[in-house]
């Protein structure tokens, strides 16, 4: 008897087992998936791997690239409308245009946390392009303005619908891909924010060469134009997005086995968790979680100096309406192209934080070397270079700091809490460069233009720091137990609780 209830207590536990297995696995119980708990985050069969995440770059890349394209067009467009004469035709008082400007950064930050919360809950493929349609909504509702207020209150608007789509769409893209995949994914993403402040630039040269009667004034036609394709590809997205690779159509059994199996052993520790906000909330405990908040402080006045103000810098030296937007373009571009090639090399080393000090570093001598020059028409190639360079710097750090904490944080739902606070708060120092460029400082901007600098060299030096706290500590940590792991050696299953676990190694 004592035997029979030892074997009915053994029984039971299996099936408790079991079950908590099948817990795990949610929606994705159909590919029968067993991963235990010694699996590691070796690639084992590469070709299969190489296979799948070609049809993921195929199938999901461009069209989350073209939705962020729009996202960076809606968002950044007011700077062009702006060198076409926006403030004169709306009779703006001074400051006024800085404050439509800046105001688009408290709702994108105060709503971003919860609307990513929406997002996990009901699924980043379906609540990106309803806000894709919001925010394009927004844009053509701009066109019509007539007023201050008017505008004031659609950038507000903007900013909501706006304020949790990069962190979604940085978590959407943790389901589908590794964390060593991941940079150069973000990288092809992101290009689309570079190649829309371009696109914007030609674009503006395009629209503001239109001869019509059907507005009073050229800069409404931008709006129209850009809204209208917004809208219409939102709703193509909301169709198209698969909500997890357990449901991609384009998969067959096997490759949505191997892509569960990749996600649980090298992204995330539970797949497809649901969303505990008590749970989530515990990043913040971490104290490293502080320092890349601080980085994202740091990034977020040039990137939006850049993001908004470009025009402005550049009309320094050229004084042309139109000429301005199209000088816009290669800056962009080359930013884009950079961007790219960190992303790339960030990937192929496994290592993240000296690439994002790169990045600062570009940004600090870009804008120091533009303040300095007392004259730019004396030296226009030297001040043209420095705005490449700015845009260089911006551009790489942004995608690679993201990435850099999302590959420390293996807990599904800390590591969007963490992304919908970072990004938004990165985008929040808008108001920084927003209220920096003054009128008053046209053309030079010398006062925003250091401050810029200054951020970029406080940037580097803090993630210069932390990249080299999280190697000490990876070096502590593999004396202590006398091994000599590095963070691919460790399967993302065991990490669950972060840096509290013995086997945690940090993503450098």
């Avoid at 709702?107 to 349609?133: I, N, T």
């Avoid at 192209?337 to 790169?358: K, N, Q, Y």
């Avoid at 502590?476 to 669950?496: E, I």
Wanted: with cysteine.
């Amino acid at each position: 008897m004592a035997k029979d209830g030892l074997a009915d207590s053994d029984s039971a536990q299996k099936q408790k087992g079991t079950l908590s297995s099948h817990r795990v696995s949610n929606d994705f119980e159909r590919s029968h998936v067993v991963v235990s708990e010694e699996t590691t985050a070796a690639v084992i069969d590469s070709t299969a791997e190489k296979a799948l995440c070609r049809k993921f770059d195929f199938r999901l890349l461009p069209v989350l690239a073209v939705m962020y394209l729009f996202n960076a067009l809606d968002k950044g467009n007011l700077g062009n409308a702006q060198t076409a004469g926006l403030s004169k035709d709306l009779n703006f008082q001074s400051g006024q245009y800085n404050q439509i400007v800046g105001i688009f950064f408290v709702p994108y930050v105060l709503f971003a946390p919860p609307l990513a919360m929406v997002g996990k809950k009901f699924g980043p493929a379906r609540v990106l392009p309803l806000l894709m349609f919001c925010f394009g909504s927004f844009t053509l509702l701009t066109a019509a303005t007539t007023s201050f207020g008017g505008i004031f209150a659609l950038r507000w608007f903007l900013g909501i619908a706006e304020s949790a789509f990069f962190p979604l769409v940085i978590y959407y893209q943790t389901t589908f891909y590794r964390r060593g995949e991941l940079a150069r994914r973000l990288a092809v993403f992101y290009a689309a924010s570079n190649i829309a402040n371009a696109f914007s630039g030609l674009l503006a040269f395009g629209v503001f060469r239109i001869q019509s009667n059907l507005v009073d004034h050229p800069w409404r036609w931008l709006f129209i134009v850009e809204g209208s394709v917004t809208v219409c590809f939102s709703i193509f997205a909301f169709f198209y997005l698969p909500r997890s690779a357990a449901e991609a159509r384009f998969l067959n059994e096997e490759e949505k086995a191997l892509a569960y199996r990749r996600i649980q052993v090298d992204s995330s520790s539970i797949v497809n968790e649901k969303f505990n906000p008590k749970e989530s909330l515990k990043i913040f405990k971490r104290p490293t979680t502080y320092g890349f908040l601080i980085i994202e402080i740091c990034l977020g006045v040039p990137l939006q100096a850049v993001s908004l103000f470009l025009p402005q810098i550049v009309q320094r030296i050229v004084s042309d309406t139109i000429t301005i937007n199209l000088y816009t373009v290669a800056p962009n571009i080359t930013g884009a192209v950079m961007l790219l090639i960190l992303a790339f090399a960030s990937d192929g080393l496994r290592i993240r934080f000296p690439f994002v000090c790169f990045g600062f570093a570009f940004t600090f001598v870009g804008f120091i070397i533009y303040a300095a020059l007392p004259d730019v028409h004396a030296q226009v190639r030297v001040a043209y270079f420095a705005t490449f360079m700015m845009c260089w710097g911006t551009s790489a750090p942004s995608v690679l700091l993201s990435t850099w904490y999302n590959n420390n944080v293996a807990h599904e739902g800390e590591r969007l809490t963490l992304t919908s606070v970072g990004v938004p708060l990165a985008n929040l120092m808008g108001l920084v460069a927003s209220y920096s460029f003054q009128e008053k400082d046209a053309p030079k901007y010398a006062p925003a233009l250091i401050t810029t600098a200054c951020f970029g060299a406080t940037g580097c030096l803090v993630a210069g720091s932390l990249g080299l706290f999280m190697m000490f500590d990876n070096q502590r940590r593999n004396r202590r137990q006398g091994v000599n792991l590095t963070a691919k050696d460790v399967p993302t299953l065991q990490l669950r609780d972060g840096p509290r676990v013995e086997e945690f190694r940090w993503f450098l």
